[in-house]
Nanobody
Framework: QVQLVESGGGLVQPGSSLRLSCAAS????????IGWFRQAPGKEREGVSC????????YYADSVKGRFTISRDNAKNTVYLQMNSLKPEDTAVYYC?????????????????WGQGTQVTVSS
């Protein structure tokens, strides 16, 4: 059974950092890309970042470039999203998702599997 489980969300002040985790189980990630998406209340879902499991190539949306870093731990089947210099506009539910097959890092295709989401709130 394919499963993606996010963790690491919370309430932080502007300028703070958080690290989100996405633990994958039930499938082999070799040909997958793992993406992070977010959705704020009243807004459409937005792609944030993605990584190719095979070679670690990454992609970032302009809104997070230079502040967020995506990485993977092959041994733990886990993808991380390190979020620094957080802003109130980063407040959203963050979802991780998996897409196969993926040969270039992109958020512009349908992702097959989704986690349940984790809330990130940036507020003073």
């Amino acid at each position: 059974q394919v499963q993606l489980v996010e963790s690491g969300g919370g309430l932080v002040q502007p300028g703070s950092s958080l690290r989100l985790s996405c633990a994958a189980s039930g499938f082999t990630l070799d040909y997958y890309g793992i993406g992070w998406f977010r959705q704020a209340p009243g807004k459409e879902r937005e792609g944030v970042s993605c990584i190719l499991w095979s070679d670690g190539r990454t992609y970032y949306a302009d809104s997070v470039k230079g502040r967020f870093t995506i990485s993977r731990d092959n041994a733990k089947n886990t993808v991380y999203l390190q979020m620094n210099s957080l802003k109130p506009e980063d407040t959203a539910v963050y979802y991780c998702a998996a897409a196969e097959p993926l040969t270039i890092p992109t958020l512009s295709i349908p992702y097959n599997y989704w986690g349940q989401g984790t809330q990130v709130t940036v507020s003073s």
